[in-house]
């Protein structure tokens, strides 16, 4: 998963650079400026101080002295003044800034915080979307791993229209989930019943139309009693129509079968398909050479979101590596709504399943 989401501290992340959403002096502040100094110690501080400075929207590189990550790439954010002044542009170069950095360095993993989001007031959620706009776009022509780290969930807002949709839609089903349990349940012994009298019925119908059989054909049913042979051929009736050899020759197509069929059909390369879904090229490449390969069920669900499926297309995708889209988790609740509202944003999809707790996609 070539862009994760996770909560946490960044001076705790074992990787090869962390961003720091400094200011023009780069001689530390607060936030988490404060932290990464703290962290790193005094001689991050003396390397600061030999670069003089850092533009807004540019970046610099020193070493991570005592953080467990190589290297701290120091950005300047811009000040959010209403959002006319140029602040996104600013944000942007932000990003794009740090990670060519972080790739002139060689490094294969970077993680940032929500620069610009904290003392500086850039609203949370637009400032999440422009993160994640400027990291897929940079992802789409790198493997790098990108972390962006959400210091603590009131700093994670996916606005309050989605997050009150997503809720409802769960409330209904878990109701309609709960309700159809009832029902079933309440209706259960009769439709037992129903199940009872048209499985008599038909026993009828078949007796009736094995006796008159019977009767045509008595001389060469010598000893056969109607009654033996009308059980004969309702087991008959009854038996599975597939032979085990029908059985093994119509093997559904597997999951990744199914897969690479899909991306033909909708015109799209495989690089497109996996970038789209977030997961990385070696697995994709490990799905794509097995055809019985099971991917776990985030990653299915991811390509079923990259391949933009309806409902009915993506469950039985789904099914293929032995998943279903269950009404009784909020996961599964959470995906059903973004695909019935043809919302196939998987970062979307990741910022709201990052709201509720639940497990993000790609992996
Ligand atoms: N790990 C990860 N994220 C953190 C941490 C941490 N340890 N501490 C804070 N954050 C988050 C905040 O919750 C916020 O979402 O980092 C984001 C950026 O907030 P700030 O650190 O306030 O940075 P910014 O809004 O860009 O303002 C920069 O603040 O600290 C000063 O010297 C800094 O003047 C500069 C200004």
Same mark, same amino acid.
Request: proline share 3%.
């Given at each position: 998963?070539?862009? *994760?989401?996770?909560?946490? %501290? ?19 502040? +607060? !936030? ?8 790193? +110690? ?7 101080? *030999? ?5 807004? +929207?540019?970046?610099?590189?020193? $070493? ?17 003044? @209403?959002?006319?002044? @140029?602040?996104? #542009? ?30 500086? @007031?850039?609203?949370? %959620? ?11 776009? =940079?992802?789409? @022509? ?10 603590? $969930? ?8 989605? /997050? +009150? ?35 008599? &019925?038909? #026993? ?16 060469? =049913?010598? !000893?056969?009693?109607?009654? *033996? ?6 087991? &008959? $009736? ?16 597997? =999951? ?7 991306? %033909? ?54 099914? *293929?590596? !032995? ?14 709504? =973004? ?11 990741? &910022?709201?399943?990052? $709201? /509720? %707790? ?6």
């Amino acid at each position: 998963m070539p862009l *994760k989401l996770i909560r946490g %501290d960044i001076t705790k992340l074992e990787c090869d650079a962390i961003v720091n959403a400094a200011n023009s002096t780069l001689l530390g502040g +607060g !936030g988490v400026d404060g932290a990464i100094h703290r962290a790193a +110690g005094r001689g991050l501080l003396n390397e600061c101080r *030999k670069l003089g400075g850092c533009k807004t +929207g540019e970046a610099k590189l020193t $070493k991570g002295y005592r953080l467990p990550c190589r290297f701290v790439i120091h950005t300047v954010g811009p000040v959010w003044r @209403g959002g006319d002044n @140029g602040e996104e #542009d600013l944000l942007r170069s932000c990003y794009r800034n740090s990670l060519s950095l972080a790739a002139d360095n060689g490094c294969e993993s970077v993680a940032f915080p929500l620069i610009s989001s904290g003392v500086y @007031g850039y609203p949370k %959620d637009r400032a999440l979307r422009v993160a994640t706009d400027e990291i897929v776009r =940079f992802l789409s @022509g790198s493997e790098m791993l990108v972390y962006i780290v959400i210091f603590d $969930k009131k700093s994670f807002d996916i606005g309050e229209k989605l /997050f +009150g949709d997503i809720e409802a839609f769960i409330d209904d089903s878990y109701a309609s989930d709960a309700y159809s349990y009832t029902l079933e349940r309440r209706r259960a012994p009769v439709m037992m019943d129903i199940c009872l009298e048209e499985a008599a &019925e038909e #026993d009828e119908k078949i007796d009736r139309r094995n006796k008159k059989l019977y009767q045509a054909a008595a001389p060469s =049913f010598a !000893g056969a009693s109607a009654d *033996k042979l009308s059980a004969s051929v309702k087991k &008959e $009736k009854r038996a599975p129509k597939n032979t085990l050899e029908d059985e093994l020759n119509n093997l559904d197509e597997s =999951f990744s079968e199914m897969l690479l069929r899909k991306i %033909d059909e909708k015109g799209m390369t495989d690089v497109e398909c996996y970038k789209r879904a977030n997961v990385d090229r070696k697995l994709f490449s490990k799905i794509r050479s097995d055809r019985l390969y099971r991917p776990s069920k985030t990653t299915a669900i991811a390509f079923v979101i990259a391949l933009e499926l309806p409902l009915e297309e993506a469950k039985n995708m789904l099914m *293929k590596a !032995g998943y279903a889209l269950s009404r009784s988790n909020k996961f599964d609740i959470i995906i059903e709504y =973004f695909i019935v509202n043809a919302n196939y944003d998987i970062f979307e999809i990741n &910022e709201a399943l990052f $709201k /509720f %707790d639940q497990n993000l996609l790609g992996v």
